[in-house]
């Protein structure tokens, strides 16, 4: 089956750096555009950074350009969420995300930026 375990949150403070991991398995990993989502406390699941089966990352959200990017190695089933210049917003647990058959959702990894 589908999983996704998504890992590296913590807490940073503000100006600091973190690297997240995705490590999925149960599908063809190098097939499908992998996705980063994270919720705030109090608001809705936004969509972060998108990757493109060959690796090509968008960033959707204004608020990250240019700080966070993202990437895959296909041959480690593992998609990484590179974090800069973290804000206080940024503070949320983050998600990566795949639809196969339909959407499939990790645990989430904890992020919490603060001095």
């Known amino acids: 089956q589908v999983q996704l375990v998504e890992s590296g949150g913590g807490l940073a403070q503000p100006g600091g750096s973190l690297r997240l991991s995705c490590a999925a398995s149960?599908?063809?990993?190098?097939?499908?555009?992998m996705y980063w989502y994270r919720q705030a406390p109090g608001k809705e699941r936004e969509l972060v950074a998108m990757?493109?089966?060959?690796?090509?990352?968008?960033h959707v959200a204004d608020s990250v350009k240019g700080r966070f990017t993202a990437s895959r190695d296909n041959a480690k089933n593992t998609v990484y969420l590179e974090m800069r210049s973290l804000h206080y917003e940024d503070t949320a647990v983050y998600y990566c995300?795949?639809?196969?058959?339909?959407?499939?959702w990790g645990q989430g990894t904890q992020v919490t930026v603060s001095s």
């Open positions: 990757v493109l089966t060959q690796g090509g990352c968008t």
């Open positions: 995300n795949v639809t196969v058959d339909h959407p499939y």
């Open positions: 149960g599908f063809d990993f190098s097939s499908n555009t």
